[in-house]
């Protein structure tokens, strides 16, 4: 499709692409006009045609072009892109695209019959593209078959047609730049207008007009909240002759609460476009009361309190720009600043009111010492002062987990509300101890807010809260609750009034509380101190259990207590009782299985203190509980550390009269808690002390023995270094047998009772090859193959004796592990220029616990069973702390292919 006809045709179109490029930045002439002229002047194609993207209706808009066929209005025609169309292929893939004959391009579509007419073969579609961004395509066709321009013609016209996409994005650029509307004009302009305004009602009409000369829409209006009613009314509007709404036949909350909950949330609502902040199918009643298709709205709001809303209504579909939205959200906020002005006599007015109404509180509660007289009194006023039925004081219960009502009052023909309020969801209690102002329910039934408390409340004829903690902003100690039987708004200065109340109520509350928890922190602290005392001085752990037994069925006033104790890891657990009656004595059991009793395992399960009477223990564990006179019981776990193994249940029998009360919890709670952390302070003094006893007397006698046979062989070398005969062969012998027993006299030297660590360097092949050496026999027996792989050879520094004792403890454990004829692989390899990796690598398999283990050290509960006390995970983790304290690494781990891999990380010499 290149038609140069001389070889410097090529510098011609060079010049005249050099032309094209100035006049496009330069802007003196219509920029589709000159790429249209260079492409019909410097090249000879039979079809030229240009389509530019409109990115909003994803189509290409025809500006004309060339063809063979006279002013076909194809050249001009919309093309929409659908999925598979070739045009769509060139704008999403900005790439061009060769078709060699477009009369048999299925993709084409209506350039496909238009090629059928004009005999269009060879064609190359081009994507006008700047930065990514696709702003049209050019078609460029021959009557010949694949006939396509040469490579550099291609590069001349992608660099036209780069150009020309880059005075469109400019142009583009400049065309939003003028479309943005500023809005500190109108801003301005508002404010210096307002300033000189005195009444509240010339103050809106001023900002509707702004608004409306800026947005122009239909019209402008403000609707104002009528909080009795809880309605938006129409208060003043831009289109005259409107008239304005009634305050009590406005638009309700109900008929309108998502749009009335997103303006509370301080929304710009935006209805008519594709993508609003509100759904219209929630809205429909709001429109149909405004009479307009698409509107914006923004909240007038005054310190969290919704005053109305501000709005720009269109009678057409509208898609609204952001510039709009700002300025009906800065108009809005304009009104809020100003709507103050309007009650603020009649704001302090009733400021002066509350003061008086909070001295007369302060002077009820204060001036009486009946706590109950003096709420009565507080009540009566709020009562007074907000005109609302019902006051409550509650305060919280930890014992029962609910709320007390210490005081209510309400009208006489209406009942009284239950005694006790159960406890909220974890969401409202939350709410309630980080709120530092009241929190008011509206509507009862359209808030889903204290679920907990909302069917009694319901049932009781209660339709609007206002609930506030008595000490705002921390934990829930009491709460005051206003009810009213009807849904209401609460306003913010009835919010503040009910908060400085409830805070003087929460006086009252306070001191009953602390001299009721005065009274029973005394009685058991002197209950429980001598116990406490006398078990922390028990040493021996029969003797501890006991004497606990006895003491806490004599504080419980209980007469049996039961301990069912075992050792951590056991399945079998051992009884000890302390009774003060026959009937309630148990017969002898021995033992007591804790994997079948599966009463032992509802306590196990349970977390504190589990009351259970007789009839709920099953048949099963009477067999051993079985005294005659057990009724009721109370159990309990001993339990120290979250991470600590159970190692006892305690159990305390009474009668089937008993009745455990709230303190008896505590206090079996605290000399349960001491009497497990005694046990097992015992249980590890006893168990480390036998264990250190043993290895004193396993570490003297090997000591013992090494001395002996050194001695021995020290002194069978001597003789035979005095023969009087000897060969050179003799004398060698004798030298390696020296040789040999050399290491022995540092240890029973240097080592007696402790390590100590002697650094020296050593090859890491030659290291390696010992350890192999020792192992050989093992690894002849059980058939196995070894390779040590290596690229170099650097000196290992440390202690070699103990480095190659541990490189011999992986080795051999690794060839036990190893299967029948399996593989060992030693992968020596530096790490950087300071250390080394050792790997051994074997196919064995290993316990996924003991790396585990050996990952995380020696378990925090030192009673409870570890694969790290028994072999071979003992003798890991001897090897790990070795290394460790000789500043080196062993780590093991599972790989992923199965194998099992001991890694070495030594310093280099």
């Not at 994507?127 to 694949?146: E, N, Q």
């Not at 403000?222 to 009590?248: I, M, P």
């Not at 007038?300 to 720009?321: H, M, N, T």
């Not at 190659?804 to 190893?818: G, S």
């Amino acid at each position: 499709m290149g038609y140069s006809k001389e070889t410097t045709q090529s510098q011609h179109q060079l010049l005249a692409l050099s032309r094209v490029l100035q006049q496009l930045r330069e802007g003196n002439t219509v920029a589709i006009e000159t790429i249209y002229l260079y492409l019909n002047t410097c090249f000879m194609f039979d079809l030229v045609w240009i389509g530019l993207y409109d990115r909003t209706e994803h189509r290409l808009i025809g500006k004309g072009g060339k063809s063979p066929i006279s002013d076909s209005p194809l050249l001009k025609q919309r093309f929409s892109l659908t999925a598979g169309d070739i045009l769509e292929q060139a704008v999403i893939q900005q790439k061009p695209l060769t078709l060699p004959d477009l009369r048999e391009e299925q993709r084409a579509n209506e350039w496909r019959r238009f090629a059928e007419k004009a005999n269009i073969q060879g064609t190359i579609i081009f994507p006008i593209t700047f930065k990514d961004r696709c702003h049209g395509v050019a078609i460029l066709g021959s009557r010949l078959w694949g006939n396509f321009p040469k490579a550099d013609e291609r590069s001349l016209i992608s660099i036209a047609l780069g150009e020309f996409a880059a005075t469109l994005e400019t142009a583009e650029v400049e065309l939003k730049k003028q479309q943005i509307k500023p809005i500190d004009r109108p801003v301005l302009a508002m404010l210096e207008e307002l300033r000189l305004l005195k009444n509240f009602d010339q103050r809106l009409d001023r900002v509707i007009d702004q608004t409306q000369q800026f947005i122009q829409p239909a019209r402008t209006s403000v609707y104002w909240f009528e909080r009795t009613h809880r309605c938006f009314w129409r208060r003043a509007t831009s289109q005259k002759g409107t008239r304005l709404s009634d305050q009590t036949a406005g638009l309700t909350v109900q008929e309108m609460s998502s749009f009335y909950q997103a303006l509370k949330a301080d929304q710009v609502i935006a209805i008519g476009e594709s993508m609003g902040m509100v759904k219209a199918h929630l809205t429909m009643r709001v429109m149909e009361y405004i009479r307009a298709r698409s509107l914006i709205a923004a909240p007038i709001l005054y310190q969290d309190e919704l005053l109305g809303f501000l709005a720009a209504e269109s009678d057409e579909p509208r898609v609204w720009q952001d510039a709009e939205k700002q300025l009906i959200r800065a108009a809005a906020q304009l009104i809020a600043l100003v709507s103050p002005l309007e009650e603020m006599e009649a704001t302090i007015e009733q400021i002066k009111l509350d003061q008086a109404l909070t001295a007369k509180v302060a002077q009820a509660i204060y001036s009486i010492s009946d706590g109950k007289t003096a709420l009565q009194n507080a009540a009566a006023l709020l009562i007074q002062r907000l005109k609302i039925d019902r006051v409550l004081a509650l305060s919280y219960s930890a014992d029962h987990d609910a709320f007390e009502v210490h005081y209510q009052i309400q009208p006489k023909y209406k009942k009284t509300l239950p005694t006790w309020f159960a406890s909220l969801s974890p969401i409202d209690w939350q709410m309630l101890e980080k709120s530092t102002d009241a929190i008011a329910i509206e509507n009862l039934e359209d808030d889903l807010r204290f679920a907990a408390w909302r069917t009694p409340l319901l049932e009781m004829g209660v339709r609007s809260l206002l609930v506030c903690n008595t000490a705002p902003g921390q934990s829930i100690q009491g709460l005051v609750i206003l009810a009213h039987e009807a849904p209401r708004v609460w306003s913010q200065v009835e919010s503040e009034l009910t908060k400085i109340v409830a805070q003087q109520i929460g006086i009252v509350l306070r001191q009953w509380k602390l001299q009721q928890q005065n009274e029973q922190q005394q009685k058991i602290y002197q209950t429980i101190q001598w116990g406490l005392t006398t078990i922390q001085q028990t040493q021996h752990l029969d003797l501890l259990e006991k004497s606990a037994l006895q003491y806490i069925g004599q504080t419980l006033e209980a007469p049996l207590a039961i301990l069912v104790a075992w050792s951590a890891g056991r399945r079998v657990g051992r009884i000890v009782q302390s009774n003060q009656e026959r009937k309630f004595n148990l017969d002898p059991v021995m033992k007591v299985s804790l994997e079948t009793d599966t009463f032992l395992h509802r306590v196990l399960a349970h977390e504190g203190v589990l009351p259970v009477s007789i009839d709920e223990i099953p048949i099963e564990t009477r067999q051993w509980l079985n005294a005659p006179g057990i009724g009721q019981l109370l159990a309990i776990t001993l339990r120290t550390a979250p991470e600590h193994e159970p190692t006892g249940i305690l159990l305390v029998a009474d009668s089937l009269g008993r009745q455990w009360i709230d303190r008896e919890h505590q206090v079996l709670n605290t000399l349960v808690a001491q009497l497990a952390w005694s046990r097992r302070h015992l249980m590890i003094s006893e168990s480390l002390k036998r264990d250190r006893e043993r290895l004193e007397r396993l570490s003297w006698y090997k000591h013992r023995r090494l001395e002996d046979m050194y001695r021995t062989v020290k002194f069978s070398a001597s003789k035979l270094s005095e023969l009087p005969e000897t060969t050179p062969r003799h004398t060698q012998l004798v030298r390696q047998i020296e040789d040999a027993i050399e290491p022995a006299r540092q240890v029973i030297r240097d080592e007696q009772w402790q390590l100590t660590v002697r650094n020296e360097t050593v090859q890491m092949i030659g290291l390696v090859r010992r350890a192999l050496d020792r192992v050989d026999h093992l690894i002849k027996q059980r058939q196995l193959w070894s390779q040590v792989h290596h690229e170099i050879n650097p000196m290992v520094f440390g202690d070699i004796t103990k480095i190659e004792l541990v490189l011999y403890e992986l080795l051999l454990i690794a060839c036990q592990r190893a299967n029948l004829g399996g593989r060992i692989d030693i992968w020596c390899r530096p790490i950087d220029a300071q250390w080394l990796e050792i790997a051994i690598t074997d196919d064995g398999t290993v316990e996924p616990r003991l790396v585990e283990d050996l990952e995380a050290g020696r378990a925090v509960d030192l009673l409870a069973p570890s694969t790290l006390d028994k072999v071979p995970g003992l003798h890991l983790a001897i090897c790990q702390s070795l290394m460790q304290q000789m500043g080196s690494e062993f780590n093991l781990y599972k790989l992923e292919d199965g194998r099992i891999m001991s890694r070495l990380v030594l310093s280099i010499g």
